[in-house]
């Protein structure tokens, strides 16, 4: 029996669930279409904008098996593809049995999807063996033989076109075997909706106000990619927990200042040409979203305080 070494589910034909494609409905027909007739496809988009979450909702409705591959530098043809066990080898030779699949060769015999995260970050003699399968539906691996695609095989990739660090264009040859879907930001009423399955407990205005938040760090003059729908959630949380450690609601302005602060300073990614730095962006927008600050913040407290001593107090 052959070892099952990646990450694969298995869809049940359900219908799709609307609380995971929230306001992505028409994203959900494309790719449906798409994979229907055939075709290949590459989710183009900036990071939190539910590319993961749709393809997963959209191979839970068709019942076939889901291989994900997580892509960066390290991921080499035989991770992909797969390999000879060394052991098995030593003892009865090159023989079809001791083969481990990779994902690749998983998603290609069951005849299921697979889903490359970040293929641009994928190295190019990797990306030469996914160019092959798209082309023929099979794949020649050495001294195994020729695997061929099952029928429902296809190849789903995505990619953040934003992300210049550890990245590489990605050639007109994999543009050429796909079709491309472009995935934005949501609306604001889908964001707030996102956040609110995430925490019902939150106030609904001040909610909504946070998501506004987030949305205007996307739009700031100095700010080269502002944050995504994960910052709101993850500034509701954790104002609600500071509130409560505080002794104070989640609200207050305070405790919401600091938890932006935490939550959406490592998301903003600053212009080369700004000497701004992101606490700056995310303080002159939280106080425009809420206001300025009380005239007597909590006693001991200092707004916004990383908890660094002063320079030259150590």
């Known amino acids: 029996m052959r070892e099952r070494r990646s990450r694969s589910e298995r ?12 306001g992505r409905e028409r994203e959900a027909e494309l790719l449906t ?12 988009g900036p990071p939190g904008t539910g590319k993961s979450t749709l393809l997963r909702a959209v191979a839970g409705s068709r019942a076939v098996p889901f291989f994900l591959v997580e892509g960066n530098a390290e991921l080499t043809p035989a991770r992909l593809v797969g390999h000879f066990d060394p052991a098995q080898v030593l003892a009865k030779g ?22 490359v995260e970040e293929i641009n970050r994928v ?24 695997v061929r695609a099952g029928s429902g095989f296809r190849l789903v990739a995505a990619m953040n076109p934003y992300d210049a660090v550890g990245t590489a264009r990605i050639s007109s040859a994999i543009y050429d075997r796909t079709c491309r879907i472009a995935m934005g930001y949501q609306s604001a009423t889908t964001e ?12 609904d205005a001040w909610r909504a106000s946070v998501v506004d938040l987030v949305r205007a760090t996307r739009e700031h003059p100095d700010v080269r990619v502002g944050s995504s729908v994960r910052g709101a959630i993850d500034l509701v949380g954790i104002a609600g ?8 609601d989640p609200t207050d302005w305070f405790a919401g200042l600091d938890a932006a602060l935490v939550a959406l300073s490592g998301r903003v990614r600053m212009l080369e040409s700004s000497n701004r730095t992101p606490e700056d962006v995310v303080r002159e927008l939280y106080e425009k979203v809420f206001g300025p600050p009380p005239s007597t913040p ?9 908890g660094a001593p002063p320079p030259g107090e150590a």
């Open 11 to 22: 869809g049940r034909g359900e219908p799709l669930n609307p609380t995971l494609v929230l």
């Open 33 to 44: 279409a798409a994979l229907d007739a055939g075709a290949h496809v590459v989710l183009e």
């Open 94 to 115: 090159y023989r079809p049995d001791i083969f481990v699949d990779g994902p690749l060769v998983e998603a290609l015999r069951s005849g299921g999807l697979l889903y």
């Open 123 to 146: 190295p190019e003699e990797t990306l030469n063996v996914l160019i092959t399968v798209m082309s023929e539906a099979e794949l020649n691996v050495p001294r195994l033989g020729v």
């Open 192 to 203: 707030t909706g996102i956040v609110a399955l995430r925490d019902d407990g939150a106030d």
């Open 241 to 248: 927990r500071l509130g409560a450690s505080r002794g104070v």
């Open 298 to 306: 909590p006693a001991g407290d200092d707004p916004g305080s990383t």
